[in-house]
T-cell receptor, first 113, second 115 residues
Framework: AQSVTQLDSQVPVFEEAPVELRCNYSSSVSVYLFWYVQYPNQGLQLLLKYLSGSTLVKGINGFEAEFNKSQTSFHLRKPSVHISDTAEYFCAVTYTGGFKTIFGAGTRLFVKA | EAGVAQSPRYKIIEKRQSVAFWCNPISGHATLYWYQQILGQGPKLLIQFQNNGVVDDSQLPKDRFSAERLKGVDSTLKIQPAKLEDSAVYLC?????????????FGPGTRLTVL
């Protein structure tokens, strides 16, 4: 069965520290990969996406993610976080076989001063 | 450009009652999605429209949920009758093109509480 696993439900981190949010997915077909962010009381918005080409993808607000096909992972990173990055982050995978998008359960990033 | 609009933002009903949610996608977007997001979980696709046709409704509980997108613009999602487990945030999203690689733009959601 197709599934998306976000390995950490919550990640507390101090301001200006680096952070990595992990995402793994099951796959037997080609995929498109996405990270969305949901700020408090707001809708989801796209951070970045991988469709093809370079495995390192840069997104908004200084975030980047690396597609690793052999490990079926798409981890999100930021070298230095800000208080304003406090939000919930969702990894999403679109399986090209059935064109269905599956979201992970989310990782709540909490940035402390 | 205006984003995806949803109403109401909050709704509280008792079980076995009916409820309807409305979504107005971004102008010109061909594809419209309804997701259910239960607390602590990621969004789950309920139904996807392309213009006014259904592309995927495999996860829509058709015995109680229905959705329509008349004229390929606005959409309504209805639950009749509601159950306690329907308590969730219902998200509407739209995308410009048909391709699944296209970015989805989400509305603020409707938070439903079933008592």
């Amino acid at each position: 069965a197709q599934s998306v696993t976000q390995l950490d439900s919550q990640v507390p981190v101090f301001e200006e520290a680096p952070v990595e949010l992990r995402c793994n997915y099951s796959s037997s077909v080609s995929v498109y990969l996405f990270w969305y962010v949901q700020y408090p009381n707001q809708g989801l918005q796209l951070l970045l996406k991988y469709l093809s080409g370079s495995t390192l993808v840069k997104g908004i607000n200084g975030f980047e993610a690396e597609f690793n096909k052999s490990q079926t992972s798409f981890h999100l990173r930021k070298p230095s976080v800000h208080i304003s990055d406090t939000a919930e982050y969702f990894c999403a995978v679109t399986y090209t076989g059935g064109f269905k998008t599956i979201f992970g359960a989310g990782t709540r990033l909490f940035v402390k001063a | 450009e205006a984003g995806v609009a949803q109403s109401p933002r909050y709704k509280i009903i008792e079980k076995r009652q009916s409820v309807a949610f409305w979504c107005n996608p971004i102008s010109g977007h061909a594809t419209l999605y309804w997701y259910q997001q239960i607390l602590g979980q990621g969004p789950k696709l309920l139904i996807q429209f392309q213009n006014n046709g259904v592309v995927d409704d495999s996860q829509l509980p058709k015995d109680r949920f229905s959705a329509e997108r008349l004229k390929g613009v606005d959409s309504t999602l209805k639950i009749q009758p509601a159950k306690l487990e329907d308590s969730a945030v219902y998200l509407c999203a739209s995308s410009l093109r048909v391709g699944v690689e296209d970015t989805q733009y989400f509305g603020p959601g409707t938070r439903l509480t079933v008592l």
